[in-house]
C-alpha cells in the first residue's frame, strides 16, 4: 500500500537559510503522528509543504499517492483537511456555525457556493459527531475557543479528507476544555472511516495513545521519529530540549516534568 505522506532528502531554504534540511518522514496508513518542535523548529512550513502552498528546494515527496511536480496540487488540496489558527481568524464572526461547517465542502472560508439540503444534513452530523449540534444556529464569534475548535474540526471533515491536519488545536484552551477537545480527537482518531491524522502539538501530554507516533524536529531537522515509546524517552528528550526533563506515563500518555 502507498504510504500517506512521503519525503525524501527534503530540503527547503530561504535567504541562504535552510529551514528544512534533509527531512525524510514516512506516514502510512492507520497510523496517527504527532509532530513536535520547539518554536520556530519548522514545523509550519512542512505543513505548508504537505498542502502544496510551497515546494522542495530539494528531495522529493509524495502526498497521498501524488508526487509533487506531476499532479495537480489544487485537486490534492481537496483530500486534506487542514485545521489550524490562521483558518480561524479568517473566518468572519456573524457566520453561523453551521455555515462555517458546510463552507469545508467548498474549501473556502466564507459561503459563496449554494450548499444543497444534504450538504447541511452532513454538516449537521458531523456536528453531532464532533459533540457541537446544540450550536447550530448560533453565530462563531458566540462560542467559546473550545467549540470554535471543534467546528474547524466538522468543517474539515466536510469533504471527507484521507488526511487531517490539526496544528495547535488546543491553543489557548482551559485544560478542561483541553481534555474534551483531545478527547474528540481520540474518538475521532479510533473511529473505523478515521482520515489520517497529523497533529501539531508543543505539548507532549497530548500525544494520545491513538497517535501512535511521532516526529521531532529541531532546527529544521528531524532529530528522531517512530513510536512513541521509543521517541517520547527521557534522555532523548533532554538532549532534544537541551533541558533536562523527566518524563511519567500514564495510561499510554507521557507527561513531561522539567527537573
Ligand atoms: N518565507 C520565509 N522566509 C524566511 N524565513 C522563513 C520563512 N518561512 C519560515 N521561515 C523561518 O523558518 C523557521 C521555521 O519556521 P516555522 O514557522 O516553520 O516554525 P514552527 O515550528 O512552525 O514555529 P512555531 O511553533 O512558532 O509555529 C523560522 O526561523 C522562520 O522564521
Known amino acids: ?37 520547539l518554536n520556530g523548529s519548522g514545523k509550519t512550513t512542512l505543513l505548508n509543504m504537505i498542502n502544496g502552498y510551497i515546494w522542495p528546494s530539494e ?19 481537496k483530500r486534506i483537511g487542514w485545521v489550524s489558527s490562521s483558518l480561524s481568524a479568517r473566518i468572519q464572526g456573524t457566520t453561523d456555525t453551521q455555515d462555517v461547517v458546510v463552507s469545508g465542502k467548498f474549501a473556502s ?6 450548499p444543497t439540503e444534504r450538504d447541511f ?16 444556529g448560533r453565530s462563531y464569534e458566540t462560542c467559546s475557543q473550545g467549540e470554535q475548535q471543534k467546528l474547524l474540526i466538522a468543517r474539515g471533515l ?3 479528507p484521507e488526511l ?19 478527547k474528540t480527537i481520540n474518538e475521532l482518531a479510533r473511529s473505523e472511516k478515521a482520515p489520517t491524522i497529523i497533529l501539531v502539538t508543543h505539548h507532549i501530554e497530548e500525544i494520545l ?33 537541551n533541558y533536562p526533563v523527566s518524563v511519567e506515563w500514564q495510561e499510554g500518555r507521557a507527561w513531561l516534568k522539567v527537573k
Open 164 to 182: 487531517l491536519i490539526l496544528d495547535e488545536p488546543t491553543n489557548g484552551l482551559d485544560f478542561l476544555s483541553r481534555e474534551e477537545l483531545m
Open 1 to 37: 500500500m502507498e504510504p500517506i505522506i512521503k519525503l525524501k532528502n527534503v530540503k527547503w531554504q530561504r535567504e541562504g537559510k535552510k529551514i528544512l534540511d534533509d527531512v525524510n518522514w514516512e506516514v502510512n496508513s492507520k497510523e496517527h503522528w504527532a509532530i513536535l518542535g
Open 121 to 136: 444534513e452532513k454538516a449537521f452530523a458531523l456536528m453531532e459527531r464532533i459533540g457541537v449540534r446544540h450550536l447550530i
Open 209 to 241: 495513545p491513538v497517535f501512535s507516533h511521532t516526529l521531532l524536529l529541531r532546527g529544521g531537522e528531524v532529530y528522531a521519529q517512530g513510536a512513541n515509546e521509543d521517541v517520547l524517552k527521557e534522555e532523548s528528550l533532554s538532549d532534544f530540549f
Open 158 to 160: 466536510m469533504a471527507d
Open 59 to 77: 528531495g522529493e515527496m509524495e502526498v497521498l499517492g501524488c508526487t509533487f511536480g506531476k499532479t495537480d496540487i489544487r485537486e490534492l488540496r
Open 109 to 114: 472560508v466564507g459561503l459563496y457556493d449554494m
